[in-house]
């Protein structure tokens, strides 16, 4: 069997440039993620009549500056995908060729030098999706709110129906590592001064740690925020691991870091974390707008308020009060468990090992469902 060919039954991606670099890239990628194989062909190749290419699951087409688009027997060969997603790529076009590209109804146009998120689109669409993972993030609005606490359980809760990445991209104090007593001595040194160099490998050594299906990546770096090539290294983190599983948690602390708004911008659903005095609700009001301007909408925003227990009467701030303040319709809630949470760090333990049946992890359960629910029923 060729080198190149693919094994059977194994999704294939079928690249088609005389650019070195291009195909390196999405070699890199796909030595990464293993779930499809790549074949490799010069542009021309795509043009003759004994091409393969309907026996490609997607196909890019690198055109480069556009000449061959004027080739007679183009429009044959597209013709024979006969329902093969196609991608196209190409340097900066005149705009007679753009008009070209445009009737080749192709399910995208990209331009070079490819960013590491065309890549991972490029492969998304192949296993027929926009996107290839779900992505979840947790914001405290303050400290001490229990956004990790929230996040580590939804990690094991998800991880009950398939594997998970639990990110906790706090670098100043590497919280979720902390509390499941998780840490790795690998010198990130090299790999953050130079983030192109992460892979797969890469990712196996520098976990903190894996619970069952759930694998965790936490870092205390606090040198790290202020680094040229922090934000390239969290991203290229967050990139491949949406490539690896299926489900993503991400504990994301609430600072204005390079990368706040790229990860609340591509993230499934955002959860705020807050609690219910007054300087809490205004730090919450101000994150939850700011997440609102990065998303373009309140969509896959969801709302706990944590440590709280709204009584019939006599409540100093009501329920009413916070939805004013916030501006929202609804959001839920879950009481204050010092002795089990104090319980759980200190036995290195989710909380619901402790006890499933507290009042707290019931009610933490219960907005996770909310957030999780169709998501685990399709599972």
Known sequence: MPKSAPRPGTRTLGIYSEDAGLRAQFAARLADTGRAAMVEAEPASFLSASATTSKHDLIVLDVGDGAMLEDSRFQAARDKLAGVPLIVVSEALAPERVRQVVKLQAADWLRKPLLDQDISAVLAQMEGSTSSSR?????????????????????????????????????QTGSCGAYLNS???????????????LDAELLDLIKAGQRANLELYSFERPDLVFAPTARRFALRLLDLLTLRHKEVVIDLPNL????????????????????????????????????????????GIALLANKTRFRMFGNPISRK?????????????????????????????FPSEVSSHASFVRQAHRFLSSVFGVRKSAR
């Open 183 to 197: 840490q790795n001595e690998f010198d990130l040194e090299a790999v953050v001064a130079n983030p192109d160099r």
């Open 135 to 171: 992505v979840t993030t947790i914001i405290g609005a303050s400290g001490g709110a229990g956004a990790t606490t929230l996040a580590l359980m939804a990690g094991h809760y998800l991880s009950q129906s398939g594997t998970v990445a639990l990110v906790d991209l706090d670098f």
């Open 321 to 349: 009060d916070v939805e004013k303040l916030l501006g929202v319709d609804h959001f839920h809630t879950a009481v204050r468990d010092h002795d089990l949470l104090t319980d759980a760090v200190n036995r290195a333990i």
């Open 256 to 299: 204005s870091t390079p990368w706040f708004d790229d990860v609340v911008r591509h993230s499934d659903d955002v959860v705020i974390v807050f609690e219910t005095n007054v300087a809490a609700l205004r730090q919450a009001k101000m994150l939850l707008r700011r997440v609102e301007a990065a998303r373009g909408g309140s969509k």
